[in-house]
């Protein structure tokens, strides 16, 4: 079993930064594909970033590219996501996920999930 913890969360303007970070126990995550979800009030839950377990291989949403940067760092079983520049519409609950193998768009393919931290910017 993993346990997966959210951390950073916050209330920022726009065009603020914020830096969430995912702590894994119970196991290594270092064979896990890790995956950054959020989902906002009413609509679904969506990938915004994911990275393999080594760290050779991101993937980011359109809405996200080149404003969030994921990483990694096995040794501390953590996972983070930078997140630059943002924006009103980044507004949601932000979901750490791990998945053996690569990852998933979708959530219902994840193998372990945290409960969520709240990101709001304001206009």
């Known amino acids: 079993q993993v346990q997966l913890v959210e951390s950073g969360g916050g209330s920022v303007p726009a065009g603020g930064s914020l830096r969430l970070s995912c702590a894994a126990s119970g196991r290594t995550i270092s064979t896990y594909a890790m995956s950054w979800f959020r989902q906002a009030p009413g609509k679904t839950r969506e990938r915004v970033a994911a990275?393999?377990?080594?760290?050779?291989?991101?993937i980011y949403a359109d809405s996200v590219k080149g404003r969030f940067t994921i990483s990694r760092d096995n040794a501390k079983n953590t996972v983070y996501l930078q997140m630059n520049t943002l924006k009103p519409e980044d507004t949601a609950v932000y979901y750490c996920?791990?998945?053996?193998?690569?990852?998933?768009?979708?959530?219902?393919?994840?193998?372990?999930w945290g409960q969520g931290t709240q990101v709001t910017v304001s206009s």
């Open positions: 990275i393999a377990s080594r760290g050779d291989g991101t």
């Open positions: 996920a791990a998945r053996l193998t690569w990852s998933s768009p979708s959530w219902s393919d994840q193998n372990y």
